[in-house]
């Protein structure tokens, strides 16, 4: 299995592409499409799907037009569907608001479980407090976590949207303090960094 990181230009937002022989996932698709797709070409890689870790502009401007390349499924949780479909209603004009026209297949709960890139298990666990419906996605096996904008290195996401709350962010960050220090995380923004770091060195943990 391969990580590799595409960081968009403008909003400092990282994507990553995870691959296995000549497969890959997508995960937050920022506005680098063209990257993304020389990318996957350049590997020979078949798309099979793309998992967005919220709904913020800035996470998913490439997906229409990944969608519209290689008509894989698109994942993200129900509670952020609203700000994907009406985000007129969530931001105001300061931020660009994009909308996802592709189908999306939603899903609920605070724990789904893909099966991804031949037999690779991928879990998705809602963790709001940035979004109501923002989740990190871990490979258990690998001990390895995307924490979208829950977690950064040494920070954690912002908590003064609409649809943010800081005591539910309190709460996600303690479930992500139960995993492993050894667990490899993989953020939305900057660096990467790992469990063990952020107990030390974070003061929101």
């Known amino acids: 299995m391969k990580i590799e990181k595409i960081v968009t230009k403008q909003q400092q937002t990282n994507c990553y592409i995870i691959s296995h022989h ?9 506005a680098d499409v063209d990257n993304i797709k020389a990318l996957l070409e350049r590997n020979e890689l078949a798309l099979e799907a793309i998992f967005i870790t919220h709904g913020h502009f800035d996470h998913i401007g490439a997906v229409d037009s990944l969608y519209k390349t290689y ?3 698109i994942y993200m949780h129900s509670l952020d569907a609203p700000i994907v479909i009406h985000p007129e209603d969530y931001f105001d004009n300061s931020m660009p608001l ?27 666990i809602l963790t709001p407090g940035h979004s109501k419906g923002s989740v990190v996605y ?20 912002r908590y003064d949207f609409k649809t943010s709350d800081r005591k539910e962010l309190k709460e996600s960050l303690k479930l992500l303090k139960t995993f ?3 667990c490899k995380v993989f953020p939305g923004h900057g660096s990467e960094t790992t469990i063990g770091y952020e107990k030390e060195n974070n003061v929101y943990l």
């Open 180 to 182: 492993k220090d050894s």
């Open 98 to 124: 994009v909308k996802i026209n592709s189908p999306i297949r939603y899903f609920d709960g605070e724990f789904n479980s893909f099966v991804v890139l031949d037999d690779i298990r991928f879990d998705a």
């Open 138 to 157: 871990v490979l258990r096996d690998y001990e390895r976590l995307f924490s979208g904008d829950t977690l950064f290195k040494e920070g954690v996401g």
């Open 71 to 73: 008509n894989c499924p």
């Open 22 to 30: 000549n497969k890959a996932i997508v995960i937050d698709p920022g």
